[in-house]
Each structure stands twice: as C-alpha cells, then as structure tokens.
C-alpha cells in the first residue's frame, strides 16, 4: 500500500537504477504503484534488479553518456510504458583524486556520465511529457554541489552543473513540468562502500549532526514524495537530505 495516492499508475523512467538510491527508488514507486522502467549501464547488476523485482515493467542497458544509448532506451520506454510521467535521473559516478592527479580523460568522463547524462536523458523525457504537457523531472544531484569538497574537483563541478540545469528547466517549461535537484550527502551505497574504508565512513559520521549516513531508502522516499502531489508547488529547488551536514560547524563539546 503506497504513502502517495496520486502516484498510482504514474510512469516512471529510473537511471542508475541496478544498485544504490536508484534501485531504492525504483523500488519505491513500484511500492507506490507506479508503473517502472529502469536503465543502467551495468548488465550484470540490471540483470540481477530485474530477476528480483518481478513488478518492474521494464529495463534498458544504457550509458547515459551516450546520446544513441539514450534515445534507445527511451524508445524502448516508449514501447512498454506508452509515456512518461516521472523522471528520476539519478546515473552518476564518483573519483576520489587529488586535483592535479586527475587525468584529462578522468575529468571528462565523470562530466560526461554526471551532467551530459543528465541533460540527455532529461531531454528525451521532456520530449515526452510536453505531448502530455505534465510531468515531474528529478536529479540527483548532491551536496557537493552546493558546497566544496576537497578531491572531488570533478564530482563536484558535476553536481554543481545538476543543480543549474534542473533550476534552468523549472524556470523554462514552467508552469506545467516541476524539476528539482534532489542533494544527498553522505548515503551508505555500494560507490560510497567502494571508496571509503570503515575507518574514514565512521570519522564522517561524527562530522554529521545526526551521527550517521543516510540509508538510500530515506532518499528514496524524499523522490517519491517530490513526485507527488503533496510537493506540487516545489519546483526549480535544490534540496539537501544530509543529516544537518550543509547547516553548519557541528560544535562536539556542548553540553546535551
């Protein structure tokens, strides 16, 4: 039984959606009632989400990097779903790397999966939707977006691009399409695994003033709810779930 009622029956395109926010996302709006088609470039994982989600409708292997990859996978949306009604543009990749050890080719494939993958799968939605003249476009950007993050030039720039275009886009189709940038912080995923050690995940959370990292069901739950109705006058906002990380300097000596 969905929170949100309204989002019965709505179709919702998912990328990155094999692991992570994006599988927790997916498998929301199923919960929801939605009808759920989702991309990602790792077939083994899609593969994998797609065996053990049976209520999923559909999935696409694609690099959203890729225009051709892109504009197939949504034909192939097109074909099952028959339309869009939601997308949750989530694809994205990480490099933790000292500035002037990160390689040209490095710096342009995390700008290529992040920004360009957002641009292109957001306008092959909007295609879609403006048929329709509704929908609902959500990006996951981050909080490095919002604020620096030392050995994450790329990423962060990246996130920083999400944010501005999701603004630009809630400004140029309004009033009819909402988008928002949805920012995570720190959220205990498989990338997020990948490149810290439980040492560095527990000195992180004593930096976040509620102790601990988000779960990507939480974040995941934030979509959900942004897509719904109840947030129908949110829209052209980049908004943090990050436990107070953005909110200031957590002071550890003060009296409970």
Request: glycine content about 8%.
């Amino acid at each position: 039984m969905g929170i949100y009622k309204d989002l019965e029956g709505k179709r919702a395109v998912v990328t990155g959606a094999a692991s992570g926010i994006g599988l927790a996302t997916a498998k929301r709006f199923i919960a929801e009632g939605a009808s759920v088609f989702i991309l990602d470039w790792d077939k083994k994982a899609l593969d994998k989400a797609t065996a053990e989600n049976p209520k999923l409708l559909g999935s696409a292997c694609c690099d959203v990097s890729k225009p051709d990859d892109v504009k197939k996978a949504f034909f192939e949306t097109d074909e099952i779903l028959g339309g869009i009604d939601i997308l949750v543009s989530n694809a994205g990749i990480s490099l933790r790397k000292p500035f002037l050890d990160i390689e040209y080719e490095e710096w342009s494939k995390i700008l290529k999966v992040n920004l360009d993958g957002m641009f292109l799968c957001a306008q092959e939605a909007i295609k879609r939707m403006k048929k329709q003249k509704s929908g609902v476009v959500l990006f996951t950007a981050s909080t490095n977006g919002m604020e620096a993050h030392p050995l994450y030039a790329a990423y962060n720039v990246s996130k920083a691009g999400v944010i501005l275009l999701a603004k630009t886009l809630a400004l140029e189709f309004a009033p009819w399409l909402r988008v928002n940038a949805v920012c995570p912080g720190y959220v205990l995923t498989p990338m997020q695994k990948a490149e810290y050690t439980e040492e560095m995940l527990d000195a992180l959370n004593e930096e976040i003033p509620l102790n601990r990292q988000a779960t990507p069901e939480e974040v995941a739950g934030f979509f959900a709810f942004l897509a719904s109705k109840e947030a129908s006058f949110i829209t052209g906002q980049a908004i943090p779930i990050d436990g107070g990380e953005t909110a200031g300097k957590l002071l550890k000596d003060l009296d409970e």
